[in-house]
């Protein structure tokens, strides 16, 4: 996708892309935003990966960069969880390496990852969960389309203390509605 100067890609995320995965989840200040412990081996994400490289119910892509020389600079993850072919939906998870936020790389990745789960997936539905506290998430989540669908009062546990979270959802109808309002 291009926007002026910046061009990303989504593209799958491969082996050799986990030490840059395993920086970032090792970062407690992102993992607080995941409800989750930085706490986590390079061989444990290794063995996560061959555990799951073949599973249908996930998609984990790399958000490239594209830089004016052609380069790919790694500035993200994003990720589609618990894909259920049933019910056709999923949760959207996203990290933007801190070096690399505040450029608009987590707006257009989110914009990426919604056009594949519902043009590609053809799912019904993307939900995700965020903390109340991640205001510029919340804002960027909005912009894609998601709503608030409810509060999770004191959800999780990050930081020491009991947090609570915002579950946001988006319906393929109003996702299309909004990309294509002449339809």
Same mark, same amino acid.
């Given at each position: 996708m291009k926007n002026g100067p910046v061009a990303i890609r989504l593209r799958a995320l491969e082996r050799d892309d986990l030490p840059f995965v395993h920086g970032l989840t090792n970062d407690s200040k992102i993992m607080s935003y995941w409800f989750d412990e930085p706490f986590e081996a390079l061989v444990e994400l290794q063995d996560i990966y061959d555990r799951h490289v073949h599973d249908v119910r996930e998609r984990r892509f790399i958000i490239e960069r594209v830089n004016d020389d052609q380069t790919r600079s790694r500035v993200g993850i994003v990720e589609l969880v618990d894909i259920d072919h049933i019910h056709r939906n999923t949760e959207f998870q996203i990290i933007v390496d801190p070096a690399w936020q505040g450029r608009g790389f987590a707006k257009l990745a989110t914009e990426l990852a919604l056009d594949y789960a519902f043009a590609v997936l053809n799912l019904h539905k993307v939900y995700l969960i965020v903390d109340v506290a991640n205001l510029g998430a919340i804002h960027i989540y909005?912009? $894609?389309? +998601?709503?608030?669908?409810?509060?999770?009062?004191?959800? +999780? +546990? $990050?930081?020491?203390? *009991?947090?609570? $979270? %915002?579950?946001?959802? %988006?319906?393929?109808?109003? *996702?299309? $509605?909004?990309?294509?309002?002449? %339809?």
């Open positions: 909005e912009q $894609a389309g +998601f709503s608030v669908e409810g509060t999770l009062r004191e959800e +999780f +546990f $990050a930081d020491g203390r *009991y947090r609570d $979270a %915002l579950r946001m959802g %988006l319906l393929q109808g109003d *996702y299309l $509605a909004r990309r294509n309002p002449d %339809l």
